[in-house]
């Protein structure tokens, strides 16, 4: 069976701060997904990685895909209080998705 | 392009009673994954269907179930409703299952 760990489950801090959270898997995907999903609204997608090693930044989220394609994280740098939300990855498969059970980030002003 | 539609977005059954809730695909998109969420976690795989078959299924009793039909829309039913059934219910469509996702907004389902 196919698991992808995430951690922190839960992280409170303040604006301003770096944070980073991690996506770790003993199986190989072929991609993995970043999701933030806000209270009462469906995931939306952050960044896809497909290739090992990738680092994918947007504005002042890096993504990074582990060399062996088994790990991902996610770094916020100066987070801000929109960046509340579940973050959720996800690793493709064999024509399926696994999802993480997310880390809800909380951003205090 | 449109985007996925749930519909209804909110239901309230009782125990023992059953639901059917319908999903509308992006078009063009040939995936639809369903998922449940209860408050504060992640979500949890129900099944996958694509091209009308169902091609992944998750951990759930029998007594959820779906389809998906040529226009690939897709409904989901849950029998014998449960207090614990209790969630959000989220379609998400993709052009292969697994690539991008692209979320509904939900079905909120309370089983009282």
């Known amino acids: 069976t196919q698991l992808l760990e995430q951690s922190p489950q839960f992280l409170s801090i303040q604006e301003g701060e770096n944070l980073t959270v991690y996506c770790n898997s003993s199986?190989?995907?072929?991609?993995l997904q970043w999701y933030r999903q806000e209270p009462g609204e469906g995931p939306v997608l952050l960044v896809t990685?497909?290739?090992g090693g990738e680092v994918k930044k947007l504005k002042r989220l890096t993504f990074q895909f582990g060399d062996a394609r088994k790990d991902s994280s996610l770094h916020i740098t100066a987070a801000q209080p929109g960046d509340t939300g579940l973050y959720l990855c996800a690793g493709g498969s064999n024509y399926q998705l696994i999802w993480g059970a997310g880390t809800k980030l909380i951003i205090k002003p | 392009k449109a985007g996925v539609t749930q519909t209804p977005r909110y239901l309230i059954k009782t125990r023992g009673q059953q639901v059917t809730l319908s999903c509308s695909p992006i078009?063009?998109?040939?995936?639809v994954s369903w998922y449940q969420q209860t408050p504060g976690q992640g979500l949890q795989f129900l099944f996958e269907y694509f091209s009308e078959t169902q091609r992944n299924k998750g951990n759930f009793p029998g007594r959820f179930s779906g389809r998906q039909f040529s226009n690939s829309r897709s409904e989901m039913n849950v029998s014998t409703l449960e207090l614990g059934d209790s969630a959000l219910y989220l379609c998400?469509?993709?052009?292969?299952?697994?690539?991008?996702?692209?979320f509904g907004p939900g079905t909120r389902l309370t089983v009282l």
């Open positions: 199986s190989v995907f072929s991609s």
């Open positions: 990685v497909v290739t």
């Open positions: 998400a469509s993709s052009s292969d299952g697994v690539n991008e996702q692209f």
């Open positions: 078009s063009g998109h040939r995936s």
